[in-house]
Nanobody, 126 residues
Framework: QVQLVESGGGSVQAGGSLRLSCGAS????????VGWFRQAPGKEREFVAA????????YYKFSVKGRFTVSKDTTRNTVDLQMNSLKPEDTAVYYC???????????????????WGQGTQVTVST
Protein backbone atom coordinates (compact mmCIF):
# COMPACT_ATOMS: atom_id res chain seq x y z
CA GLN A 1 0.00 0.00 0.00
CA VAL A 2 1.45 3.34 -1.08
CA GLN A 3 1.56 5.86 1.74
CA LEU A 4 1.89 9.48 0.74
CA VAL A 5 3.63 11.71 3.25
CA GLU A 6 3.18 15.46 3.01
CA SER A 7 5.14 18.29 4.55
CA GLY A 8 4.94 22.04 4.38
CA GLY A 9 1.90 24.23 4.60
CA GLY A 10 1.10 26.78 7.28
CA SER A 11 -0.16 30.33 7.50
CA VAL A 12 0.90 33.27 5.39
CA GLN A 13 -0.36 36.70 4.43
CA ALA A 14 -1.78 37.39 1.00
CA GLY A 15 1.00 37.71 -1.55
CA GLY A 16 3.24 35.35 0.35
CA SER A 17 4.65 31.96 -0.58
CA LEU A 18 4.55 28.42 0.74
CA ARG A 19 6.00 25.14 -0.43
CA LEU A 20 4.45 21.70 -0.04
CA SER A 21 6.25 18.43 -0.54
CA CYS A 22 4.92 14.90 -1.05
CA GLY A 23 6.85 11.66 -0.85
CA ALA A 24 5.96 7.97 -0.99
CA SER A 25 7.21 5.72 1.75
CA UNK A 26 8.97 2.65 0.34
CA UNK A 27 7.50 3.14 -3.12
CA UNK A 28 8.53 4.77 -6.35
CA UNK A 29 6.24 7.05 -8.31
CA UNK A 30 7.11 5.35 -11.59
CA UNK A 31 4.02 5.10 -13.84
CA UNK A 32 2.01 7.46 -11.62
CA UNK A 33 0.54 10.88 -12.08
CA VAL A 34 1.25 12.70 -8.82
CA GLY A 35 -0.20 15.99 -7.77
CA TRP A 36 -2.29 18.08 -5.44
CA PHE A 37 -5.95 18.63 -4.67
CA ARG A 38 -7.42 21.01 -2.13
CA GLN A 39 -10.60 21.24 -0.13
CA ALA A 40 -11.92 24.39 1.46
CA PRO A 41 -14.55 24.28 4.24
CA GLY A 42 -17.97 23.47 2.83
CA LYS A 43 -16.62 22.85 -0.66
CA GLU A 44 -15.77 19.80 -2.72
CA ARG A 45 -12.23 18.60 -3.17
CA GLU A 46 -10.76 20.10 -6.34
CA PHE A 47 -7.75 19.49 -8.52
CA VAL A 48 -4.86 21.97 -8.26
CA ALA A 49 -1.79 20.72 -10.12
CA ALA A 50 -0.04 17.50 -11.12
CA UNK A 51 2.81 15.99 -13.07
CA UNK A 52 3.29 12.68 -14.83
CA UNK A 53 6.29 10.69 -13.66
CA UNK A 54 6.87 9.60 -17.27
CA UNK A 55 7.97 13.09 -18.27
CA UNK A 56 4.92 14.94 -19.60
CA UNK A 57 4.52 18.60 -18.87
CA UNK A 58 2.87 19.50 -15.55
CA TYR A 59 -0.72 20.67 -15.67
CA TYR A 60 -2.68 23.09 -13.50
CA LYS A 61 -6.06 24.36 -12.45
CA PHE A 62 -6.55 27.56 -14.43
CA SER A 63 -6.78 29.84 -11.40
CA VAL A 64 -3.35 28.83 -10.07
CA LYS A 65 -1.46 28.79 -13.36
CA GLY A 66 1.41 31.27 -13.24
CA ARG A 67 1.37 31.35 -9.43
CA PHE A 68 1.90 27.69 -8.52
CA THR A 69 4.62 25.38 -9.81
CA VAL A 70 4.57 21.61 -9.43
CA SER A 71 7.84 19.77 -9.84
CA LYS A 72 9.17 16.26 -9.38
CA ASP A 73 12.48 15.08 -8.02
CA THR A 74 13.18 11.59 -9.30
CA THR A 75 16.19 11.20 -6.99
CA ARG A 76 14.23 11.98 -3.83
CA ASN A 77 11.00 10.46 -5.20
CA THR A 78 9.07 13.57 -4.24
CA VAL A 79 6.67 16.02 -5.83
CA ASP A 80 6.69 19.62 -4.62
CA LEU A 81 4.16 22.40 -5.00
CA GLN A 82 5.62 25.90 -4.85
CA MET A 83 2.85 28.41 -4.22
CA ASN A 84 3.55 32.08 -4.83
CA SER A 85 1.34 35.16 -4.78
CA LEU A 86 -1.07 33.38 -2.50
CA LYS A 87 -4.61 34.67 -2.14
CA PRO A 88 -7.16 34.21 0.64
CA GLU A 89 -9.19 32.01 -1.73
CA ASP A 90 -6.26 29.55 -1.79
CA THR A 91 -7.01 28.73 1.84
CA ALA A 92 -7.78 25.01 2.10
CA VAL A 93 -6.49 21.65 3.18
CA TYR A 94 -4.12 20.49 0.46
CA TYR A 95 -3.86 16.78 -0.31
CA CYS A 96 -1.21 14.94 -2.23
CA UNK A 97 -2.67 12.43 -4.69
CA UNK A 98 -1.27 9.66 -6.87
CA UNK A 99 -2.86 7.44 -9.49
CA UNK A 100 -1.68 5.02 -12.18
CA UNK A 101 -4.58 5.15 -14.63
CA UNK A 102 -4.21 6.76 -18.02
CA UNK A 103 -6.57 9.61 -17.20
CA UNK A 104 -4.99 12.82 -15.95
CA UNK A 105 -5.68 13.66 -12.33
CA UNK A 106 -7.42 16.87 -13.38
CA UNK A 107 -10.16 14.80 -15.09
CA UNK A 108 -10.64 12.29 -12.32
CA UNK A 109 -13.38 12.17 -9.74
CA UNK A 110 -11.49 12.48 -6.43
CA UNK A 111 -13.37 9.43 -5.16
CA UNK A 112 -11.60 7.33 -7.80
CA UNK A 113 -8.04 8.47 -7.04
CA UNK A 114 -5.90 5.58 -5.79
CA UNK A 115 -3.78 7.15 -3.08
CA TRP A 116 -4.04 10.20 -0.82
CA GLY A 117 -1.88 11.94 1.70
CA GLN A 118 -3.22 12.97 5.08
CA GLY A 119 -3.65 16.61 4.09
CA THR A 120 -1.91 19.79 5.20
CA GLN A 121 -3.54 23.11 6.04
CA VAL A 122 -2.75 26.23 4.04
CA THR A 123 -4.19 29.47 5.41
CA VAL A 124 -3.83 32.79 3.60
CA SER A 125 -4.90 35.89 5.49
CA THR A 126 -5.62 39.37 4.16
Amino acid sequence: QVQLVESGGGSVQAGGSLRLSCGASEYTFANYDVGWFRQAPGKEREFVAAVSWSGDEPYYKFSVKGRFTVSKDTTRNTVDLQMNSLKPEDTAVYYCAADRVALRLQYMDPRDVEHWGQGTQVTVST
